[in-house]
């Protein structure tokens, strides 16, 4: 047996508030508490020095699309595109670079946020105008929220009839099946290379912040088949649970996709409706910048319904993507309704989920609550677009903008919390995100730091179905995985007056956190580990023999 004792540091442990130090053994958390003590149970211990660091537990990402991710790291962002011609400024400038018929696929524009002189300035680009500064290049430039692009002509002449689709508009960006469609033709022209070289990049980049798992969200009209079966074979030390979003009808029909995909889940990005952005997210009540338009439905209540059936009738973790509150009361009324036939415990087993659940009721949060249900949601969405005059309130209004991602609603119901990113809709970047959920635009919906950090790492573990009580802490019997951080300070606060008082009570012997508020500089990762394999190291942590 070979044991590490990491010490001198502040240790994120429940079992020890006070912990300086830590001792793995053969990937197994086996003890936790102070420098001395640490040193006498261990004397043949392998030291790392921390030097006053951080050691918390890894994060759980439960929500990206590597390849996707991947690819914009390497490729044209436009997310600091600050209008119209400077977003094609940078779509020309790439396209000199690029050789004739290689594909272009950009990422981030996000014309809610743009603004100047001219009004024109403030809407999307054309594909006449994609066409004017590419030529005969095929481009995919997706919006911000993945749920809509543009396209330019060479790229849209690859899809047969796509002037058939749903969605299609010649010059507008296209949304629903004709978006899903030559988004599908995009990724025909990803190279098997190009596409594993992306995943690694984008998992290497998760490692780099402290992230020790991730839940791919795959499915037909996101990632496709090809994309999806390359994650099961992908060697990388990150670990990787993967969602297959594709509804079923039957028990028999769900153990069937499941071979075939080789999926951990059939949950994910199955979409019953599709982003505010992009004005496809189903509401009850129309579009404040758009009146008489609702938003998209893509599956009927039946279908919902019948896949959580057939997933739990397997046991098996269902899900879907729901975002607007048309979308919501389909499926909560399809939990409500299947946990008087099937019992919310056969529900609860399963661990059903949903992805970004931004706008559920209090009285909604409970039903999925007693369901077992876990919301994995992005705070970062909130940071991004739930300022005022940001995008919620340009398509929503003020009023409806202020009640979505509501986490202290959602937890105070019981409804499980995971956080993740949505990469590359918004960055991999844990502790952003914990400080973005703490600080929301509108503070009755913050939760707490340590609500906050629990979301984002054994939340995670729960949303994959692992709630063993050791998995996602640094306690004796966890696995070893974990992270280690360079701070400034630490505190123990909570997201209002109100918890900041009994919180802070030395009584309570509540573990610090690193300082999460907006001035602060946020903690930066040295070394992740993840079941004591070294999965990314900065190469400045001292270690030497006892």
């Known amino acids: 047996m070979t044991t590490e004792l990491l010490l001198g540091g502040v240790v994120y442990s429940p079992a020890a508030p006070d912990a300086t130090a830590m001792a793995v053994t053969d990937g197994t958390v086996v003890w936790v508490g102070s420098d001395d003590v640490g040193r006498a149970l261990h004397p043949d211990a392998q030291i790392t020095d921390l030097h006053g660091r951080f050691v918390a537990p890894g994060f759980v990402d439960s929500h990206v699309h590597l390849t996707s991710t991947g690819l914009g790291l390497a490729g044209l962002t436009l997310n600091d595109a600050t209008d119209r011609s400077d977003c094609l400024r940078r779509v020309a400038e790439f396209a000199a670079v690029t050789d004739e018929g290689e594909l272009i696929w950009g990422l981030g524009w ?38 809509s692009a543009v396209a330019s002509t060479a790229l849209r002449r690859l899809v047969p009839d796509l002037a058939d689709a749903v969605g299609h508009h010649p010059e507008e960006p296209l949304v629903a099946e004709a978006h899903h469609l030559v988004r599908g033709a995009a990724r025909q022209l990803v190279t098997a290379a190009q596409r594993t070289r992306a995943q690694r990049r984008a998992l290497d980049l998760a490692a780099a912040h402290g992230v020790v798992a991730v839940h791919e969200n795959g499915g037909p009209d996101i990632s496709g088949l090809d994309d999806f079966l390359s994650l099961a074979d992908l060697e990388h030390p990150v670990e990787v ?59 009927d209540y039946e279908t919902i319904r019948d896949h959580i059936r057939a997933c739990t009738e397997i046991g ?27 019992g919310t415990p056969a529900l609860a087993r399963c661990v059903h989920r949903l ?51 509501n986490f202290a609603a959602h937890a105070r119901e019981g409804l499980a919390l995971s956080f993740s990113s949505d990469a590359p809709v918004t960055p991999i970047d844990p502790w952003s995100s914990i400080r973005a959920a703490v600080h929301h635009h509108q503070p009755r919906n913050a939760i707490s ?98």
């Open 110 to 147: 996000d014309d809610s946020a743009w603004q100047g002189v001219d009004p024109d300035e403030g809407r999307y680009p054309t594909t006449s105008e994609i066409d004017a500064v590419v030529g005969t290049l095929p481009v995919y430039l997706a919006r911000i929220d993945e749920h």
């Open 241 to 299: 649970r993967r969602y297959w979003g594709q509804a079923v009808e039957t028990a028999e029909h769900a153990r069937e996709l499941l071979a075939i995909s080789r999926a951990d889940a059939l949950a994910g990005d199955l979409f019953i409706d599709g982003a505010i952005g992009s004005h496809t997210a189903w509401l009850t009540s129309p579009y404040t910048d758009e009146p008489g338009h609702t938003g998209i439905s893509y599956l």
């Open 316 to 342: 098996v973790q269902a899900g879907f993507h729901v975002i607007g509150d048309a979308a919501t009361e389909s499926v909560v009324a399809a939990f409500d309704e299947l946990a008087t036939q099937l």
């Open 355 to 405: 992805e970004h659940a931004e706008m559920v009721s209090v009285a909604q949060a409970a039903v999925l609550a007693r369901c077992g249900v876990v919301a994995s949601m992005q705070p970062l969405f909130d940071a991004e677009w739930g300022g005022p005059g940001d995008l919620y309130e340009q398509r929503l209004g003020p009023e409806r903008a202020a009640g979505l991602n």
């Open 449 to 546: 730091a340590r609500g906050a950090f629990a979301a984002a790492t054994r939340g995670g573990w729960r949303a994959a179905g692992i709630n063993d009580g050791l998995t996602g802490t640094l306690v004796p019997g966890a696995p070893a995985s974990y992270a280690v951080f360079d701070i400034d300070d630490l505190v123990v606060a909570g997201s209002h007056a109100s918890v900041q008082r009994w919180s802070t009570d030395p009584r309570s012997r509540v573990p610090a956190l690193p300082d999460l508020a907006p001035e602060a500089r946020l903690p930066r990762c040295v070394r992740t580990v993840h079941r004591d394999r070294v999965v990314f190291d900065a190469g400045i942590l001292d270690g030497g023999p006892a």
